[in-house]
């Protein structure tokens, strides 16, 4: 669960203007944090099958607002994939 402050800095890293919270860049972000900590999660508990399934949910939707991302601003798409380091 990320707490208030670790989504302001994000949210402060990613937005496009000053009042952006739900771009597209900002929820990949977003997802991405949440997915790491789930995956440190997973490590320790192999057995936890609902987080595992959350997890799932989460990659796929990650996935397709990097493909949105890629259609509609590809500046933007590459620029969010390189600071995440995502491939």
Do not use: C, W
Not at 10 to 16: E, G, L
């Amino acid at each position: 669960m990320l707490t208030i402050r670790q989504k302001s800095n994000i949210i402060k890293d990613f937005k496009i203007n000053e009042k952006d919270t739900g771009s597209a860049a900002v929820q990949v972000a977003l997802i991405t944090k949440q997915i790491n900590e789930l995956t440190d999660h997973l490590k320790k508990h192999r057995k936890d099958n609902h987080s595992r399934r959350g997890l799932l949910t989460m990659v796929g939707k990650r996935k397709r607002l990097m493909d949105y991302l890629s259609k509609t601003n590809p500046k933007s798409y590459n620029s969010v994939a390189k600071k995440l380091e995502l491939k």
